[in-house]
């Protein structure tokens, strides 16, 4: 009889890509994950993983075994979702995977209330792209999302993914000290033409939104530095940005979890604090 933990472990580098994020994600080592496909071969008599470089690819007879791992966990989790609801208590452990700036500024609060109010709730927070994330809970791989997008890319639900907005973060135009435009309260994008640019690099949601936004306003942006995090981009002083655009912040989870009492929690605390936190008005 083939073992669960071991179709997991498969499965999740199948939805993860390397044996290394797979181990990240179940919060084992990689050589525990490892350890757990290569007794997986042993017991079907089939190779399942091959290496590709730095990487491994999954051979036809392991896509088709993630597949059945997943039906699999399908059903347990219906199982689970049922006890728990029967239960009525918010209960077990529920992974979260979320942005950078909403695991920094949403989640640490949000998950120290639920550790008071559901002690017997163990949540288990990933910092994760937002254009992985979405994916990652319509596989199974994560229980909650907590993800984003833009004004003028609404953010696409799959089949099977239910969605509640936590809260509208506004966007602020950052520059250096002694720019023109520092000290504005507001500045219209089509005044931006011309301008030299750091972002984040392609690919990425607000790379997107920031060639989407200026080539709205007639302008292709000259993009002359690239930088994965928030504290490299932000050597810099905020305005305003006019029109406000803005992200819109959402929790997402599979619809087949949306009566277990630990999802509604989860969704409850991040709808809060985005009503704490969020900013829904420009500053000045």
Not at 237 to 262: C, F
């Amino acid at each position: 009889m083939l073992d669960l933990q071991r179709l997991r472990a498969l499965h999740a580098v199948s939805v993860h890509g390397t044996v290394g994020a797979a181990a990240a994600a179940l919060g084992y080592t990689p050589s525990a994950v490892s350890q757990q496909i290569a007794k997986l071969e042993r017991e079907t008599r089939t190779v399942l993983l091959e290496r590709e470089g730095r990487g491994v690819r999954l051979t036809d007879e392991a896509l088709q075994l993630a597949e059945t791992a997943r039906e699999l966990m399908a059903i347990m989790e219906r199982a689970e979702t049922g006890i728990e609801e029967r239960r009525g208590v918010p209960a077990g452990r529920l992974t979260v995977a979320a942005f950078a700036s909403a695991a920094r500024g949403l989640l640490p609060a949000a998950l120290a209330g639920l550790a008071v109010r559901h002690p017997a709730l163990d949540v288990r927070l990933t910092e994760v792209d937002p254009h992985l994330s979405v994916d990652l809970v319509a596989k199974g791989a994560v229980d909650v999302v907590v993800a984003h997008d833009w004004d003028i890319a609404p953010l696409p639900a799959p089949a099977g993914v239910e969605q509640a907005v936590v809260g509208d973060d506004l966007c602020d135009l950052l520059v250096p000290d002694g720019h023109p435009l520092a000290g504005r309260e507001s500045v219209r994008r089509e005044e931006l033409g011309g301008e030299r640019w750091v972002s984040q690099p392609p690919g990425r949601v607000c790379h997107d939104w920031l060639l989407r936004t200026m080539r709205s306003a007639g302008f292709e942006p000259e993009i002359v530095h690239q930088a994965d995090e928030n504290p490299t981009l932000v050597a810099l002083v905020a305005v305003g940005l006019d029109p406000m655009p803005r992200r819109r912040v959402y929790a997402l989870w599979r619809t087949g979890t949306a009566r277990r009492p630990a999802v509604g929690a989860v969704v409850d605390a991040l709808r809060a604090q985005g009503h704490a936190c969020l900013r829904r008005e420009p500053s000045v």
